[in-house]
Structures are given as structure tokens and as C-alpha cells.
């Protein structure tokens, strides 16, 4: 939808303003903002879907979209973590278990589905931003998603397929296709409900992001606690079961909140293609110089869309600025070359995208330390005392000390943290979410060296009493020494996971939302592949060393000089994410002035 505010039939001397750069007349324009008289009586003209609506903008309030809308996608979100996290969090344990991997094969093999489940969203959002859009893309990957959910109850179930392990990996990795479609789009479709122009959903869009990070924790500790508990002690059929229930109950929650959601994507071309149109234009006015030469610059901010952003030009990345020159060649042209010529919006967009090159390697470290969750602390647990009165702890379920700590720590985040930074900052989310990210890099790093002290102690007790040769032998040591690691590395996911999801949401151009919901969401995969790397690195130079660091037998590897390692990975990582944030330039809009902000917000766009 696009909002054009145009003057009430009776106003006499009015001022009226286009917002979107639209050329009705003579009247002159200025970086896409047009300008003539209007009085303070003002109407808006909304263009939804190519039909005109004439009305009163302020009387106006939305009938669809906030957090009713917000509320059926965060539960579609619940149901989807329930179903990944009852996947992964006992995955290493039917790879070694039921499959005769070895722990170090096993790990890898995990972190691999892992990786190959976050970078696929990317392939998701080309599909969802390009052609499918977002709500279509959503109902297609979740069929494709249950039916991934239902083979793999079929593979560990039916007495033929159990313990094949290629009809296991099939099923997993159609699974994963349903993933990479509907992972990109859910959260980007569930923040789209909150409408910017909007205070008071502005305001609600920035708990918004720590909500649905809240959903997710728990979603995925239900499934650790519920799923991996029926998986270890009524079978690994009915654990699978509950998952496709989950994902077919998922289905149909996102199905019947269809009449509140706002629909208002509008499909773009490729996001590839237009990425390097801005270089190729670029590269062929290399020569050219905008003010030395006199040159105009094209500015047409609405090319084939009815809604888009009018970014303010910046000084970064100037060599990308040639691309929107008109030169003697584009200026005897009928029409636009769109590899010659780009307009000051699109060569800002890539901007954009490159702004955020440095801030994705920076969150790469932070996917490997936190991979070490669902791998590594799950095996150095397994080893100790797991027996609270007549229960035994599953090893896998105290992945859902991470989820806990989350779900204490948003709300505490959200209504005490926040409110209280707000007053100091002035900042409507208490701090900048580059801010946010570093508090979360710095705990994830402090939680390796949090492991590295507990494992020694682990293995200082083994010796002790004698066990170091013994891998199956339960060292005597209550698993609750383990707390510390999980807590702070919930509480960091908490500042950083939530942060960077918000960053790739409000810097990348409205069109792109999906690629930047799936960028973000690479990081964790990309980091994945590096954990799996990392192990086999090690794994390779210690064996010939003759003192394998990582072996099956945790009594006598050096885990802890494992984590020492990451720890120190993580401290270089913070001082690269400082130093790439200090000319971080966030996204400004051509209307972040006093003057015309307040006449943005007259628009109720529904």
C-alpha cells in the first residue's frame, strides 16, 4: 500500500505532500518528496492493491495486522521449534545409539543437517521475495514439512527402514526443505504485522522481536523435555509422531488466522539481480564524478512498485553513488537501461546489504559456540550424576537449561531492562541492537571458559577415582556443575540471537525482509559447517599428535582445551564485531525529519 496525502476539496491555500516522489505537476521535487500548499485539514488517498480509498487518516484505525494478527503466526512458530527441536535434541543419540556412529562422526553429522537447515532459508526467501511471496511460500513449505515430519516417524517405526540410515537421512532432508521455505518467512511475516508508520505498533514491534524469541524457547524446551522423554523411554516412533502432529496442528493455527493478517508484499524482481545491476551500472560510469561534472542523479523511487522506502543518500560505498548518474548516453535513451542506469533508491539498498557484510562474519563464531549445546555439553553431561530422587535426567533434555534461561530472562529484559534503559538512552529498545549484540557475544564467550573450568573439574574427578579408562562409568559429579554454561548461554542468546534477528529486519529494504530473516538465520548454519570443520581440524592434528583432544572416550580427550579454544575464537570475535560496528550507518529514511515524521504518522496504513 502506498499513502498519498492529498488536500480536503474544501481547503483553500493548502500544502500537500506525495511521499512516494510521484510527479502530478509542475510542483517541484526534492529527493522523492514533493511539495505544495496545504492546509492543516488533511485526508490521505491509500492505494491498496490499485483501488483508491479517500479518507481521514486519523479516524482511521486498522482492522487487521498487530499482535492478533502476530498471536496465530508466534504460535505457528511454537509448533515448528517444537517439532525442529524435538528433532535435533536427541539427534546425536540415535546417530551413536541406533546408528553405531562414533561420537566425533555423530557430532559433525549433526552439525551438518544443521548448517545444510539454516542456509537452505536463503533459497527459501529467493522464492518468497522474487516470485511466491511470503504467505503462499509459508503454506507450501509447511505441506512439504509434514510430510518430512511423517516419513521420518515411518523411517524409525516401520521394522524394515529401522536403523537405515539412508531412509532416515531422506526423510530428514525433506524435512529440511520444508524448513529452508518456512523459516525465512514466518517471523518476517509475523513482524510485517506491525506497522511502522503507527506509533503505538512501532513500539510494539520492538518487544515484538524479544516475544518471538520467547516462543521459540519454549517451543524447543517442551520438546526437549516431552519429546526426547518418550523418544528414551517409549520408543523413537511415537517421539517422531508427536512431531508431525505438531507440524499439522501448526498448519492449521496459521490457516484460520488468515482474515487478520495484512498481506501488503509486494513481489520484487530477483534481489540477486538488482544487487548487481548497482555494480555493472557502477563499474561502466567509473570515470564519471556527480560533482565535479555537473551530472543529475535519477530518483525514481517507485519503478514498477506501488510502495517502497525513500532511503536517504549517504556518504559511504560512494563508488556504488555512480551508478544512479545520468549521463549523455542515458539521457538520449527512450527508456532506462536498468544495467546502465539505477535509481539513488536501489544504489542505497545495496548499500544497505553491504553495511551488514561485516556484522554476518562477526556472527559466524557466536553459531560455533552455541552449536556446542546440542553436541559436545550434551556428551560431557551424559557422563555425570543425572539422578534427582527416583528420576534419571535424559542427557539430551538439559539442552532445556538454554531454553530456560531465556524464558526467565525476556520477560525480566523486556519490562524491567528495558523501560529502565529507555529512560537513560532515550532509545525506544533501551539500547542499538549492535549494542545488544555485543552484551550476547561477550556472554557466549564466557561461557566456554564457564565449560572449559567444569570439564577439567570433570576429568580431575575421573582421575581421582580411578575411571579415566573407563567411558562408560558415571563420574561422581552432580550434573548441576553444568547450569552455569547453559544459563549464560541462554541469557547471551537472549542479547545477541534476538538482536541480530531485529538488525536484518529493519536495515535490509523492505522488498528483501525474507533474504534478511534467512541471512540471519545462515549465520547459525554457516557456523555449524565451521563447528563441524573446527572438530575435524582438531581432530586431525591431535591424533598425530598421538593425544587426541576429541576422542570417545571424554575421561581421557581434552574437551576443556576444546573450549579453550572457542573461548579464545569468541574473544577475537568480539574485538572484530567493535571494530566493524564503529561506522555501522543504520538505516535513515528521506523523511527522518521532525516535520515530516509527523506528517507520516497521519497515515494509518491497514
Same mark, same amino acid.
Request: glycine share 8%; charged share 15%; with cysteine.
Given at each position: 500500500?502506498?499513502?498519498?496525502f492529498?488536500?480536503?476539496?474544501?481547503?483553500?491555500?493548502?500544502?500537500? $505532500?506525495?511521499?512516494?516522489?510521484?510527479?502530478?505537476?509542475?510542483?517541484?521535487?526534492?529527493?522523492?518528496?514533493?511539495?505544495? #500548499?496545504?492546509?492543516?485539514?488533511?485526508?490521505?488517498?491509500?492505494i491498496?492493491?490499485?483501488?483508491?480509498?479517500?479518507e481521514?487518516?486519523?479516524?482511521?484505525?486498522? #482492522?487487521?495486522?498487530g499482535? &492478533?494478527?502476530?498471536?496465530?503466526?508466534i504460535?505457528?512458530?511454537?509448533a515448528?521449534?517444537?517439532?525442529?527441536?524435538?528433532?535435533?535434541g536427541?539427534?546425536?543419540?540415535?546417530?551413536?545409539?541406533?546408528?553405531?556412529?562414533?561420537?566425533?562422526?555423530?557430532?559433525?553429522?549433526?552439525?551438518?543437517?544443521?548448517?545444510?537447515? *539454516?542456509?537452505?532459508?536463503?533459497?527459501?526467501?529467493?522464492?518468497?521475495?522474487?516470485?511466491?511471496? /511470503?504467505?503462499?511460500?509459508?503454506?507450501?513449505a509447511?505441506? =512439504?514439512?509434514?510430510?518430512?515430519a511423517?516419513?521420518?516417524?515411518?523411517?524409525?517405526?516401520?521394522?524394515?527402514?529401522?536403523?537405515?540410515?539412508?531412509?532416515?537421512?531422506?526423510?530428514?532432508?525433506?524435512?529440511?526443505?520444508?524448513?529452508?521455505?518456512?523459516?525465512?518467512?514466518?517471523?518476517?511475516?509475523?513482524?510485517?504485522?506491525?506497522?511502522?508508520?503507527?506509533?503505538?505498533?512501532?513500539?510494539?514491534?520492538?518487544?515484538f522481536?524479544? !516475544?518471538?524469541f520467547f516462543?521459540?524457547?519454549?517451543?524447543?524446551?517442551?520438546?526437549?523435555i516431552?519429546?526426547?522423554?518418550?523418544?528414551?523411554?517409549?520408543?523413537?516412533?511415537?517421539g517422531?509422531?508427536?512431531?508431525?502432529?505438531?507440524?499439522?496442528?501448526a498448519?492449521?493455527?496459521?490457516?484460520?488466522?488468515?482474515?487478520?493478517?495484512? @498481506?501488503?508484499?509486494?513481489?520484487?524482481?530477483?534481489?540477486?539481480?538488482?544487487?548487481?545491476?548497482?555494480?555493472?551500472?557502477?563499474?561502466? &560510469?567509473?570515470?564519471?564524478?556527480?560533482?565535479?561534472?555537473?551530472?543529475?542523479?535519477?530518483?525514481d523511487?517507485?519503478?514498477?512498485?506501488?510502495?517502497?522506502?525513500?532511503?536517504? @543518500?549517504?556518504?559511504?560505498?560512494?563508488?556504488?553513488?555512480?551508478?544512479?548518474?545520468?549521463?549523455?548516453?542515458?539521457? #538520449?535513451?527512450?527508456?532506462?537501461?536498468?544495467? /546502465?542506469?539505477?535509481?539513488?533508491?536501489q544504489?542505497?539498498?545495496?548499500?544497505?546489504?553491504?553495511?551488514?557484510?561485516?556484522? !554476518?562474519?562477526?556472527?559466524?563464531?557466536?553459531a560455533?559456540?552455541?552449536?556446542?549445546?546440542?553436541?559436545?555439553?550434551?556428551?560431557?553431561?551424559s557422563?555425570?550424576?543425572?539422578?534427582?530422587?527416583?528420576?534419571?535426567?535424559?542427557?539430551?533434555?538439559?539442552?532445556?537449561?538454554?531454553?530456560?534461561?531465556?524464558?526467565?530472562?525476556?520477560?525480566?529484559?523486556?519490562?524491567?531492562?528495558?523501560?529502565?534503559? /529507555?529512560?537513560?538512552?532515550?532509545?525506544?529498545s533501551?539500547?542499538?541492537?549492535?549494542?545488544? *549484540?555485543?552484551?550476547?557475544?561477550?556472554?557466549?564467550?564466557?561461557? $566456554?571458559?564457564?565449560?572449559?573450568?567444569?570439564?577439567?573439574?570433570r576429568?580431575s =574427578?575421573?582421575?581421582?577415582?580411578?575411571?579415566m579408562?573407563?567411558?562408560?562409568?558415571?563420574?561422581?559429579?552432580?550434573?548441576?556443575?553444568?547450569?552455569p554454561q547453559y544459563?549464560?548461554?541462554?541469557?547471551?542468546?537472549v542479547?545477541?540471537?534476538?538482536?541480530?534477528?531485529?538488525?536484518f529486519y529493519?536495515?535490509i529494504?523492505?522488498?528483501?525482509?525474507?533474504?534478511?530473516?534467512?541471512?540471519?538465520?545462515?549465520?547459525?548454519?554457516?557456523?555449524?559447517?565451521?563447528?563441524?570443520?573446527?572438530?575435524?581440524?582438531?581432530?586431525?592434528?591431535?591424533? @598425530?599428535?598421538?593425544?587426541?583432544w576429541?576422542?570417545?572416550?571424554?575421561?581421557?580427550?581434552?574437551?576443556?582445551?576444546?573450549y579453550?579454544v572457542?573461548?579464545?575464537?569468541?574473544?577475537?570475535?568480539?574485538?572484530?564485531? =567493535?571494530?566493524?560496528? $564503529?561506522?555501522?550507518?543504520? &538505516?535513515?529514511?528521506?523523511?527522518?525529519?521532525?516535520?515530516?515524521?509527523?506528517?507520516?504518522?497521519?497515515?494509518?496504513?491497514?
Amino acid at each position: 500500500m502506498a499513502t498519498v496525502f492529498v488536500p480536503k476539496m474544501e481547503g483553500l491555500g493548502t500544502r500537500w $505532500m506525495v511521499q512516494m516522489g510521484w510527479d502530478f505537476g509542475s510542483d517541484e521535487i526534492v529527493q522523492g518528496v514533493q511539495y505544495s #500548499s496545504m492546509d492543516s485539514s488533511i485526508a490521505s488517498l491509500n492505494i491498496v492493491d490499485g483501488h483508491e480509498e479517500n479518507e481521514v487518516s486519523t479516524k482511521k484505525r486498522p #482492522s487487521k495486522g498487530g499482535w &492478533k494478527s502476530a498471536a496465530f503466526i508466534i504460535l505457528v512458530e511454537i509448533a515448528e521449534r517444537f517439532t525442529f527441536y524435538g528433532v535435533l535434541g536427541n539427534l546425536v543419540t540415535y546417530f551413536t545409539n541406533v546408528l553405531g556412529q562414533t561420537i566425533s562422526t555423530a557430532a559433525k553429522n549433526v552439525n551438518t543437517w544443521v548448517g545444510v537447515s *539454516m542456509i537452505l532459508p536463503i533459497f527459501g526467501a529467493a522464492v518468497a521475495d522474487s516470485y511466491l511471496g /511470503r504467505f503462499k511460500t509459508i503454506i507450501i513449505a509447511s505441506v =512439504i514439512y509434514l510430510l518430512g515430519a511423517v516419513l521420518l516417524a515411518l523411517s524409525v517405526s516401520v521394522a524394515s527402514l529401522q536403523r537405515s540410515a539412508a531412509a532416515f537421512f531422506v526423510s530428514l532432508y525433506i524435512l529440511t526443505i520444508g524448513l529452508g521455505g518456512h523459516k525465512p518467512c514466518v517471523q518476517t511475516f509475523a513482524a510485517d504485522q506491525f506497522d511502522e508508520n503507527i506509533p503505538e505498533e512501532k513500539t510494539a514491534k520492538v518487544s515484538f522481536f524479544n !516475544w518471538w524469541f520467547f516462543g521459540i524457547e519454549v517451543g524447543g524446551s517442551v520438546a526437549i523435555i516431552v519429546v526426547v522423554y518418550v523418544q528414551d523411554n517409549i520408543g523413537w516412533g511415537p517421539g517422531f509422531g508427536i512431531l508431525a502432529g505438531a507440524i499439522a496442528v501448526a498448519l492449521v493455527v496459521f490457516l484460520c488466522g488468515i482474515p487478520t493478517y495484512r @498481506r501488503r508484499q509486494k513481489v520484487a524482481s530477483s534481489p540477486f539481480v538488482r544487487v548487481v545491476q548497482v555494480f555493472v551500472a557502477a563499474t561502466k &560510469k567509473r570515470s564519471l564524478d556527480e560533482t565535479s561534472d555537473g551530472y543529475k542523479v535519477y530518483h525514481d523511487h517507485v519503478e514498477g512498485q506501488t510502495s517502497v522506502q525513500i532511503l536517504a @543518500r549517504t556518504n559511504q560505498y560512494r563508488f556504488l553513488d555512480k551508478a544512479a548518474i545520468i549521463d549523455e548516453i542515458d539521457d #538520449s535513451n527512450k527508456t532506462r537501461n536498468c544495467w /546502465r542506469l539505477c535509481s539513488v533508491n536501489q544504489v542505497e539498498e545495496v548499500k544497505l546489504l553491504l553495511r551488514l557484510v561485516p556484522i !554476518w562474519f562477526a556472527c559466524l563464531p557466536f553459531a560455533i559456540l552455541y552449536s556446542q549445546t546440542a553436541t559436545y555439553f550434551t556428551k560431557q553431561g551424559s557422563t555425570t550424576v543425572r539422578t534427582v530422587g527416583s528420576f534419571k535426567i535424559p542427557p539430551a533434555t538439559l539442552q532445556v537449561n538454554v531454553a530456560f534461561a531465556a524464558i526467565v530472562f525476556i520477560p525480566l529484559y523486556d519490562r524491567i531492562l528495558v523501560p529502565i534503559a /529507555r529512560k537513560v538512552t532515550g532509545l525506544p529498545s533501551g539500547m542499538t541492537t549492535l549494542q545488544r *549484540m555485543g552484551i550476547g557475544l561477550f556472554l557466549s564467550t564466557f561461557s $566456554m571458559v564457564a565449560a572449559a573450568l567444569v570439564e577439567a573439574k570433570r576429568i580431575s =574427578i575421573a582421575r581421582d577415582h580411578g575411571i579415566m579408562d573407563s567411558p562408560k562409568s558415571i563420574v561422581p559429579m552432580r550434573v548441576f556443575w553444568l547450569l552455569p554454561q547453559y544459563i549464560i548461554t541462554g541469557v547471551g542468546a537472549v542479547f545477541f540471537v534476538v538482536g541480530m534477528q531485529q538488525l536484518f529486519y529493519d536495515q535490509i529494504p523492505d522488498e528483501l525482509r525474507s533474504m534478511g530473516a534467512a541471512a540471519s538465520n545462515s549465520t547459525l548454519g554457516v557456523g555449524n559447517f565451521l563447528s563441524s570443520a573446527i572438530i575435524s581440524i582438531l581432530q586431525a592434528i591431535t591424533s @598425530r599428535a598421538g593425544d587426541e583432544w576429541l576422542g570417545s572416550n571424554l575421561n581421557r580427550a581434552h574437551l576443556d582445551y576444546f573450549y579453550w579454544v572457542l573461548a579464545g575464537l569468541g574473544g577475537l570475535n568480539l574485538c572484530f564485531f =567493535i571494530w566493524a560496528t $564503529m561506522g555501522f550507518v543504520y &538505516k535513515k529514511l528521506e523523511w527522518d525529519d521532525p516535520n515530516q515524521k509527523e506528517e507520516q504518522k497521519l497515515s494509518h496504513v491497514e
